[in-house]
């Protein structure tokens, strides 16, 4: 800041867009341009979150670039807090079910297009986790009482090399449209009352 403003007090809220992440001292803060004081630079700024402790708490550091709402302690200029981030014309929210008064979904999208989103459509009622394709996503469907694992391109892994799998239910079934393989490095067991093998 300048000499001038770094002294000077300011109630209210400023505008601000983000111009630097890299905090020297690793708190996670920000620092802001003004555009209303002619772009003059913010001091370190602390970012307001859901959560915050030792070690612990959400993290969700804006991008350079990001227009932001800043605060001040007691109207100081030189303890600046960034409130939160707002949408505008040229960068506009992320798409939504096109619902808007329903307000049925809260999600977050980040920087790739990953999102974890929540819907509380009536029916439809459950959590998704959907990575930037769209093709690979985990479903907590709850309207239908299922998870669901899925992934269009590529391969769904479970590993647990010093570990045990234990798959369990009433009934259990494999498909596989071409090969399936059952391998073990020591012994292969299968038992039941009835064993068909066509």
Known sequence: MTADSATSTRTGLLVGVVTDLDDPDKLARVRVSFPELGGVQSDWAGLVTLMAGDKRGSLFRPEKGDEVIVGFLQGDMRAPYVLGGVWNQPEPPPPDDGKPTEN?????????????????????????????????RVV???????????????????????????????????????TLSLTADQGLTISGKTVDIN
Not at 115 to 120: A, E, G, N, Q
Not at 161 to 169: A, M, W
């Open 104 to 136: 049925n979904w809260r999600f977050f999208t980040s920087r790739s297009g990953h999102v974890l989103r929540f819907d509380d459509t009536k029916g439809a009622e459950k959590i998704e986790v959907i990575d930037k394709d769209g093709k690979r």
């Open 140 to 178: 907590l469907d709850s309207a239908n009482s299922k998870i669901t694992v899925s992934a269009d391109e590529g391969d769904v892994e479970v590993d647990a090399p010093n570990g045990t799998i234990k798959l369990s239910g009433r009934s259990i079934e494999l498909h596989a449209t071409t």
